[in-house]
C-alpha cells in the first residue's frame, strides 16, 4: 500500500514557520512512517511547513506519489486548514482518506460529521492500527474499518467507534522514526528533534497532551535513547537535539543514565528539553545535565499563584519552581518560564501575581499565553462539551491576535481583558534592562 502522510499548513507566521531552521518535524508521522516502511509498504511525509512549500506544490508531488490513501494529523489550530485539505483529497484523488492527532481524538463523531468523504478517523496511538489498516488492504484489496483498532467511522449511517489500541508499553521495539523524509534538513542544520518518552504524569487541567498518548509516563530506555542520537550524529551529521518530550525530567534516574551514557560514548553534543520543577529539586541532576550537553530547558511553571496552581492541579510549588531556576541558574542552563494568563478562576489580582512572580524567577525567556481549552482536556469538558458539535469555529477558538478570542466560561474575565492582560505580562517583564541581558544571553545552538 502507498500511504501520504500530510501535515496541513500552521496557521500561525500565514503558513509558513519563520525560517527552515525554526522548523517542527511531524515526529508522530515520522514514527508511523517508519512502522509502515518497516511492515513492507510504501509511505511517505508531505508537510509544507517543514518544507518551505505551497499547498500547490504539494498537490503535485502527491500527483506523483499516487497514494492508496492520505492520512492527516490534526491539532485544533490547524483543523480548519485540515478540512480545506480533505475536501480537495477526495476531489482530486479520490482515494481512501482518514485523519488521526488529538483534536479528531477527542472529538472524533463531529469530526466525521463535518468532513464529508472522511473515511474514518484513528482515535490514539497511530503506528499500530496503520500498520494493521495497510495490510488488509494489501491482502483484500479495500479496508473495512470494523478490524481496524481505534477506528471511528460510519456504517449505514450509524457511528462506530472501536476500543483504542492500547497504548505502547515498549516503546524500544519501535523503528528510528523516518528522519531521512527531511529531504536534506537534517544534515544541512545539524539539528534533530528526537522523541524519548510518551505520556506526562502530570494531571494538569488544561493539558492536551493526554488525548493522545495518556497520562502514563513510558519512556525508552537510556541505552535506545542514545543509540539513536549516535545513529544521527553518523548518518546526519547532527550535533544539537531538541527532545520533545512532554516531560524528559519525569524519571530523574533515568536523565542521569543517559547522561552518564552520553558522557562515556564522549558525544559531544547539545540538547533542550522540557522539564517540570517538581522533578528538578535534586542539584546533583542538574550538575549531570549540565555537564552531558543540557544547555537549555522549557519549565511550564504557569501561574504565580498557589491558589490557581491547585485549581488547575498542576502538583506543584511555587517555592519549587524558584529552587529550581536557582539551581539552573547556579550551573549556567538557560531556561524559559511559560504562563498562562486565564487559568480556572483567574482574576487581576491572580494574574498580577503571576506577572511578578515571573519577573522573580529570572528566566532567559518568558512567555504568556492566553487559555486555550482545547478539546479533551479536563478544562474543556467541565466548561465547554456543549461545543462538541459541527459548526463550532476552532479558528476563532485558538486566536490570540486582533482577531479576538473565544468567550471564556471558566474565570469572569472577558476574552479581551485576557489578552490585554498577556499583552501587558510581556510589556511589564521585557522591560527591565536586566531581564533583556538575560535574553540576549541565550547559547547559541546550529
Known sequence: MRIALVNPLSPFFGGRVISRKDYSFPSGLGYIAACLREAGHTAAIFSPDLLHMTMGRIWKDLEKFKPDLIGLSVTTPDYAEARKVAAKVKRRFGCLMIMGGPHVTALPRTTLEEIPGLDAVIVGEGELPMVALAAEYDRTGKVDFANIPGAAFFRD????????????QDLDKLPYPALDLLNGGLSYYRTAKIITSRGCPGQCTFCASGVCMGRRFRPHSAERVVAE?????????VRDFRIQDDCFTADPARVVKICDLILWKDLKIS????ARV????DEAVIVKMRKAGCLFLNL????????INNIIRKGTTLEMAEKCCALLRKHGIRYSNTFIIGNESETRQTAEETIRFAKKLKANVGLFGLMIPLPGTPIFEKYYKDLDKPGTDWSKWCAQGLGGPYTPRHTALSGWTLMWLTFTAYLRYYASPSQLLRLIDLPSRN
Open 157 to 168: 449511517g450509524k457511528f462506530v467507534q472501536n476500543p483504542r489500541q492500547d497504548f505502547l
Open 229 to 237: 542520537m549516535s545513529y544521527l550524529m553518523q548518518k546526519f551529521g
Open 271 to 274: 540538547w533542550v528539553a522540557s
Open 278 to 281: 517538581s522533578t528538578l529539586q
Open 300 to 307: 511550564g511553571i504557569e501561574t504565580g499563584s498557589q491558589r
